[in-house]
């Protein structure tokens, strides 16, 4: 069961190089951020052309995250559970049928936090990655596979980085930070792409600006982690990167997890 995860900037701007990766990558599960549409604005008949099952929870104009599959799940929840006031489309998760049992997906998009002295922007980053971990932790106890899967404007580590120095400062590479994703994986969660590949140059964001993708100055901040169940299942992980060589791509491309669920 191939398990990917892909931060597309902009659905619609994006629809044909969608298209062309589900066909040549053929993942059975993806997990999308920031498609900024409105759920009922998704071309979901195009996608849906290919074979997949489309769950989305969007909203106008930015944010907004989706779930496509070649299997419909079984179950669907949107909104990450902690805030009952918070309004922006971050989070989605399907439970799917597999040898078994279930695997439960979840596609994450975690706030970028910038610039760290707002009032407001850096607390809500920090404050969503404190629900996260309690969501995490009450999935636990179900003791099933769970893919935690996104775009999580987390640096892990300087290695996860060209430069660290460009990144002093920034929201992405704070201490407190990373010591937040850290206690996430504390709990038992292990990064997909970490655990098959000690290469220092893994990254799956180049910036549009400064030639970044010409002089592979990127970073490393869309993550697959994975309960220890899915972890005992996982058979290998590859960051695609020959995609951001597309004409109009996203500025992140697809990481992409393949498990043994017989």
Not at 161 to 167: A, S
Not at 222 to 244: N, Q, W
Request: include cysteine; hydrophobic fraction near 40%; charged fraction near 25%.
């Amino acid at each position: 069961m191939k398990i990917a995860t892909w931060n597309i900037n902009g659905v619609k701007a994006r629809i044909t190089n969608l298209c062309e990766w589900l066909q040549s990558s053929a993942p059975d599960v993806v997990c999308l951020q920031e498609i900024k549409s409105v759920d009922e604005g998704f071309p979901r008949l195009e996608i849906e052309a290919l074979g997949y099952h489309v769950e989305t929870h969007g909203q106008k104009g930015f944010n907004g995250v989706a779930i496509l599959s070649k299997t419909k799940p079984d179950e669907v929840n949107r909104g990450l559970p902690g805030d009952d006031g918070d309004e922006q489309a971050r989070f989605i998760e399907a439970v799917f049928s597999v040898a078994g049992g279930v695997v439960r997906v979840c596609s994450l998009y975690l706030p970028n936090g910038n610039p760290p002295d707002d009032p407001v922007k850096y607390p809500y980053k920090l404050a969503w990655m404190e629900r996260l971990k309690a969501f995490a932790e009450s999935r636990f106890s179900l003791e099933e596979p769970l893919i935690l899967a996104g775009d999580y404007n987390v640096i892990p580590e300087p290695h996860d980085c060209r430069d660290p120095r460009l990144w002093e400062g920034d929201a992405l590479f704070l201490p407190k930070t990373r010591q937040s994703f850290r206690r996430l994986e504390n709990l038992g969660l292990t990064d997909a792409v970490r655990a098959t590949s000690d290469d220092p140059l893994l990254y799956s964001f180049w910036d549009y600006q400064a030639g970044a993708w010409q002089k592979n100055n990127g970073i490393r901040i869309d993550h697959l982690m994975l309960s220890p169940e899915a972890s005992d299942r996982l058979v290998s992980a590859t960051i695609e990167k020959h995609v951001r060589s597309w004409e109009r791509p996203s500025d992140h491309v697809p990481v992409t997890a393949m498990f043994d669920f017989a």
